[in-house]
T-cell receptor, first 110, second 113 residues
Framework: RKEVEQDPGPFNVPEGATVAFNCTYS??????FFWYRQDCRKEPKLLMS???SGNEDGRFTAQLNRASQYISLLIRDSKLSDSATYLC???????????FGTGTQLKVEL | DTAVSQTPKYLVTQMGNDKSIKCEQN?????MYWYKQDSKKFLKIMFS???????INETVPNRFSPKSPDKAHLNLHINSLELGDSAVYFC????????????FGPGTRLTVT
């Protein structure tokens, strides 16, 4: 079982839709979590951090549920430019290592 | 100015050959990494170096040997290439060991035939 698991998708949504992704993690010792974004044939880039209290950045909201060991990302009013793969990431290995999920692919269509 | 650069961008080679990928960062970061992203897009850490010292060495065949001549450079040498080595290799850097924001290079697409 992978340490960080995600539904690979793809999620095909119309422009303007709200879409939510979840991911689960198996290592309860993981302290910190993040969402990275990877465009097709490009490198991953940090999108946002995830806090238990929730973290909102414009149209993006990330949430952590430690009891259930899952992390969510909500995208409101989705744009064509949001089309990408969203990678759920845990800081593991005593804080020295990022462990990536397999990613969830989002396609926003007209 | 490119923050993390890798060369070459594409590498096509035959089984059994030895090849190197170079990585340089101009961010002044202390920590550098090598990741492998396979055909299923799974991104997995291979190595990390902090100030030229090896910190993480995941379960990687010893045909893979990283070398850090200084903290701005982390190269990856691969001996006796196999078909299963075909993947995209990303170099990354971060300000320090526990820094969660890693800056990735553009990747090197390695194809072994």
């Amino acid at each position: 079982r992978k340490e960080v698991e995600q539904d690979p998708g793809p999620f095909n949504v119309p422009e303007g839709a709200t879409v939510a992704f979840n991911c689960t993690y198996s290592n309860s010792a993981s302290q910190s979590f993040f969402w990275y974004r990877q465009d097709c044939r490009k490198e991953p880039k940090l999108l946002m951090s995830v806090y238990s209290s929730g973290n909102e950045d414009g149209r993006f909201t990330a949430q952590l549920n430690r009891a259930s060991q899952y992390i969510s990302l909500l995208i409101r009013d989705s744009k064509l430019s949001d089309s990408a793969t969203y990678l759920c990431v845990a800081l593991t290995g005593g804080g020295n290592k990022l462990t990536f999920g397999t990613g969830t692919q989002l396609k926003v269509e007209l | 100015d490119t923050a993390v650069s890798q060369t070459p961008k594409y590498l096509v080679t035959q089984m059994g050959n030895d090849k190197s990928i170079k990585c340089e960062q101009n961010l002044g970061h202390d920590t550098m990494y090598w990741y492998k992203q396979d055909s299923k897009k799974f991104l997995k850490i291979m190595f990390s170096y902090n100030n030229k010292e090896l910190i993480i060495n995941e379960t990687v065949p010893n045909r893979f040997s990283p070398k850090s001549p200084d903290k701005a450079h982390l190269n990856l040498h691969i001996n006796s290439l196999e078909l299963g080595d075909s993947a995209v290799y990303f170099c990354a850097s971060s300000a320090g060991l526990a820094a969660y924001e890693q800056y990735f290079g553009p990747g090197t697409r390695l194809t072994v035939t």
